[in-house]
């Protein structure tokens, strides 16, 4: 899935686009606020779920808790996303869980250009949102496994922490991250794409404007 516009940041020569790793535990808000992230700034937008191998879908369905051996593949396909999109020229966003250190190293080794988020949500916040949660493959029943598997990140790996709760809105903390210290590459991207916006607004009033006049005239000299 996508979130293209056509505002979207073009790549600085010589240097690769940024890619937005957005983590935490399931229920965290990963995919509602990567996908507004995505959209706000204009940039390519990868669900982590949509990177599983079918087997691993299966077996979270069941209430059985994938391994090691069953995330490597699913990360090794979202670092490839990754690559295709620098590839491109394009910044990105993509989501994943990537709670242990060893799955964040596997996602950031040689990538320079990724940036990782941690949506910072706690354990009765989490609890809330699975047993709420419609439609969706993950049961709460695994709530367990992920709080048990999760490292969060360390200062080492410089991420980006936003705590999350039910108290404010996913568009919050989409802007809240858009102008975060440490991505000022991101909170000028989005300054260029509103900037973008609101130059093709001028233009199109400037446009109506200039078609209502010629008609305007058009009458006059009826």
């Known amino acids: ?9 073009p790549a600085v ?13 399931s229920g965290s808000g990963k995919t509602t606020i990567g996908s ?19 087997a691993n879908i299966a077996k979270m369905s069941a209430g059985h808790p994938l391994t090691d051996e069953d995330r490597w593949p699913w ?4 670092g490839r996303w990754i690559d295709e999109t620098t590839a491109h020229g394009r910044p990105g966003v993509v989501t994943s869980s990537a709670l242990k250190r060893a799955y964040r190293d596997r996602l950031l080794a040689g990538r320079p250009q990724v940036r990782l988020i941690y949506l910072d949500a706690d354990r ?10 419609n439609g969706h493959f993950f049961p709460p029943e695994l709530l367990d496994s992920q709080f048990g598997d999760l490292e969060p990140p360390a200062d080492d790996e410089h991420p980006v922490r936003v705590k999350v709760d039910d108290h404010d809105s996913p568009l919050t903390v989409a802007e809240r991250l858009i102008h975060a210290e440490k991505l000022e590459a991101v909170e000028a991207a989005h ?3 509103e900037a973008a916006h609101n130059e ?15 008609a305007h005239d058009k009458e006059a000299g009826a």
């Open 1 to 9: 899935m996508n979130a293209a516009s056509p505002a979207a940041s």
């Open 124 to 133: 009765e916040t989490v609890a809330r949102r699975l047993t709420a949660r």
């Open 36 to 54: 507004l992230l995505a959209g706000r700034l204009g940039w390519e937008y990868a669900e982590a779920d949509a990177f599983h191998p079918a």
């Open 75 to 78: 990360l090794d396909n979202i």
């Open 191 to 193: 300054d260029r794409t």
């Open 13 to 25: 020569p010589g240097a690769k686009p940024p890619i937005l790793l957005v983590t935490g535990v």
């Open 200 to 214: 093709a607004a001028q233009d199109k009033a400037a446009h109506d404007k200039a078609a209502h006049d010629a």
